[in-house]
C-alpha cells in the first residue's frame, strides 16, 4: 500500500508570493486534510476536503485555499505569502465511511513541505 | 472548547528509565485519543490510539490508557532506548459533522531525549 507522499519536500518563497502544495493520499484513501506545523509547536488544522469540497476549516484567512482532485489527491495554495507562513505543512489522509462507527477518526500523515517566507 | 495540554519538555532520560508523559483533555463526546510520534525531519507516526473511555492503546512497548474520569491519556514506557528519542504528541479527534469527518486537535509536543 502507499503511503501519503508530499511535494515538494523544501521550498523558500519571498513575502508576497504564492506557492502550490500537491499531496497524494494513501491508496483506499477519500478524504485530504492540510496541518500547519510552526516550528516547536503542534500541527494546527487548516482544512479537510472529501469529496471534492472542503468539509471544514480550520482559522486560517481565504487566502489559504484547497483542491482536492478526483483520484483523491489534493492541492494547498496560499497567496500573499507572509513572513509567519513559514511552517512544516502536513497533508493526511483518511478513509471516511457511511458506516459512521467504523471511523475512529486516525489520520495517516506524509512527512510535510517544509516552507521558508524570506 | 476542544484542546490537549501535555507537560512540556525536554524531558531527557537514561536508557532503560521509565517513561511518563502527561496528557489531559477537554472535549466535547466522547473523542478517540492518540498518540503520534515525529522523528527529526520526519512527518507524523500514529503511535497508538483509545476510540473509548477505558480503552488501552499500546505499541512498540509504549501504553496509554484512556481515563474519561480524569480527561487524561498519559503515555508510558517501562524502559525507553536511545531510538525512541523523539517528540511526542497528543491529540483528539474532534467531528467536523455526523458521519465521520474529523479533525485533530494537537498539544504542543513533548520533545524525549534518551541518552547511552
Known amino acids: 500500500e502507499t503511503g501519503v507522499t508530499q511535494s515538494p519536500t523544501h521550498l523558500i518563497k519571498t513575502r508576497g508570493q504564492q506557492v502550490t502544495l500537491r499531496c497524494s493520499s494513501q491508496?483506499?484513501?477519500?478524504?485530504v486534510s492540510w496541518y500547519q506545523q510552526a516550528l516547536g509547536q503542534g500541527p494546527q488544522f487548516i482544512f479537510q476536503y472529501y469529496r471534492e469540497e472542503e468539509n471544514g476549516r480550520g482559522n486560517f484567512p481565504p487566502r489559504f485555499s484547497g483542491l482536492q482532485f478526483p483520484n483523491y489527491s489534493s492541492e494547498l495554495n496560499v497567496n500573499a505569502l507572509e513572513l509567519d507562513d513559514s511552517a512544516l505543512y502536513l497533508c493526511?489522509?483518511?478513509?471516511?465511511?457511511?458506516?459512521?462507527?467504523?471511523?475512529?477518526?486516525?489520520?495517516?500523515f506524509g512527512e510535510g513541505s517544509r516552507l521558508t517566507v524570506l | 472548547g476542544n484542546s490537549v495540554t501535555q507537560m512540556e519538555g525536554p524531558v531527557t532520560l537514561s536508557e532503560e528509565a521509565f517513561l511518563t508523559i502527561n496528557c489531559t483533555y477537554t472535549?466535547?463526546?466522547?473523542?478517540?485519543l492518540f498518540w503520534y510520534v515525529q522523528y527529526p525531519g520526519e512527518g507524523l507516526q500514529l503511535l497508538l490510539k483509545?476510540?473509548?473511555?477505558?480503552d488501552k492503546g499500546s505499541n512498540k512497548g509504549f501504553e496509554a490508557t484512556y481515563r474519561k474520569e480524569t480527561t487524561s491519556f498519559h503515555l508510558e514506557k517501562g524502559s525507553v532506548q536511545v531510538s525512541d528519542s523523539a517528540v511526542y504528541f497528543c491529540a483528539l479527534s474532534a467531528w467536523l459533522k455526523t458521519g465521520g469527518y474529523n479533525k485533530l486537535i494537537f498539544g504542543a509536543g513533548t520533545r524525549l531525549a534518551v541518552h547511552p
Open positions: 493526511a489522509s483518511s478513509q471516511v465511511t457511511t458506516r459512521t462507527y467504523k471511523n475512529t477518526g486516525e489520520l495517516f
Open positions: 483509545a476510540t473509548k473511555a477505558d
Open positions: 491508496s483506499g484513501h477519500n478524504t
Open positions: 472535549a466535547t463526546g466522547y473523542p478517540s
